[in-house]
């Protein structure tokens, strides 16, 4: 198992699958590096050399008391990318990793990368405040907390079997092995990690990262979201950032990393091809 030791001394699991310009996969909350098996698969295999890493307090990485936000996170990336001493990076992240891919363009830079992807992903601002009106309720991240405090296993398969998969939608046929899996990774986070990341993914304000961006982007999202709705995240992450491409998924939920996997593997191969061209 291959790792990265972070400043703080956690340490960091990742894959490193093929060979070939890098694509470097961010997870989403409270998953790991297992969600993006699919896309890991179909890039690597098709000439690609393929990172996905475990966030700190998620999957094999070290379950850390303090660090669970987004500057230590993105902190985390760029110790990954300069580890492995990686150059023309495509950086990919789904709904929390979204957030992490911003914070990092905006605290270290774009040197080492040259496009950007964000799906179904959590910025530029998920809460509503006095000066982002259309943002979520903070009464929505409070029941998640609740829920995460009072039975997280159950808070987690209730995400599985509804909103996160729109599994709870007339004619949805998300299968169990989906929705188990999402469990079973979920569970493999840290409690206080994922609790944590709550506030990481609602709270944090990605404007100014976004403005940062100054490399080739996609987003890449669904208009059926029910957990980053699609004005709040794709359609305005779009308009934020400079020459950014928007692809909207018609009826997709949340997570089109499983649902539709082979539409948003075609789509990020197609975007990869484009760089150098």
């Known amino acids: 198992m291959s790792y990265v030791t972070a400043s703080d001394g956690a340490r960091i699991f990742y894959k490193d699958w093929g060979a070939?310009?890098?694509?470097?996969?961010?997870?989403?909350?409270?998953?790991?590096?297992?969600?993006?098996?699919?896309?890991?698969?179909?890039?690597?295999?098709?000439?690609?050399?393929?990172?996905?890493?475990?966030?700190?307090?998620?999957?094999?990485?070290?379950?850390?008391?303090?660090?669970?936000?987004?500057?230590?996170?993105?902190?985390?990336?760029?110790?990954?990318?300069?580890?492995?001493?990686?150059?023309?990076?495509?950086?990919?992240?789904?709904?929390?990793?979204?957030?992490?891919?911003?914070?990092?363009?905006?605290?270290?830079?774009?040197?080492?990368?040259?496009?950007?992807?964000?799906?179904?992903?959590?910025?530029?601002?998920?809460l509503r405040t006095e000066d982002n009106p259309g943002g979520v309720p903070v009464a929505v991240f409070d029941a998640i907390r609740a829920g995460s405090l009072a039975d997280r296993s159950q808070t987690y398969q209730d995400l599985a079997d509804g909103p996160f998969f729109g599994h709870n939608r007339p004619g949805a046929n998300v299968s169990q092995g989906i929705r188990d899996a999402f469990w079973l990774q979920s569970m493999a986070s840290g409690h206080r990690s994922a609790y944590e990341c709550i506030a990481a993914f609602s709270a944090t304000d990605f404007r100014p990262d976004l403005a940062a961006i100054d490399v080739p982007t996609l987003v890449v999202h669904g208009d059926d979201d029910q957990v980053v709705p699609f004005e709040v995240g794709g359609k305005a992450s779009a308009e934020l950032i400079k020459g950014a491409r928007l692809v909207v998924y018609p009826g997709a939920p949340h997570g089109i990393t499983d649902t539709h996997k082979a539409q948003l593997g075609s789509d990020l191969l197609a975007f990869l091809k484009e760089y150098g061209a």
């Not at 310009?21 to 993006?36: A, F």
């Not at 990172?51 to 987004?70: K, L």
């Not at 300069?82 to 150059?87: E, P």
């Open 20 to 126: 070939g310009r890098p694509v470097v996969l961010s997870h989403g909350w409270p998953l790991n590096s297992d969600s993006w098996e699919a896309q890991a698969l179909f890039l690597a295999g098709n000439g690609y050399r393929v990172i996905a890493h475990d966030r700190r307090g998620h999957g094999r990485s070290t379950q850390t008391w303090d660090g669970n936000e987004m500057d230590t996170y993105a902190d985390d990336l760029a110790a990954l990318l300069d580890f492995l001493d990686l150059a023309e990076v495509t950086l990919v992240g789904f709904s929390t990793g979204g957030g992490e891919v911003a914070r990092y363009v905006g605290r270290h830079g774009t040197g080492r990368v040259a496009q950007v992807a964000l799906v179904s992903a959590v910025p530029p601002f998920m």
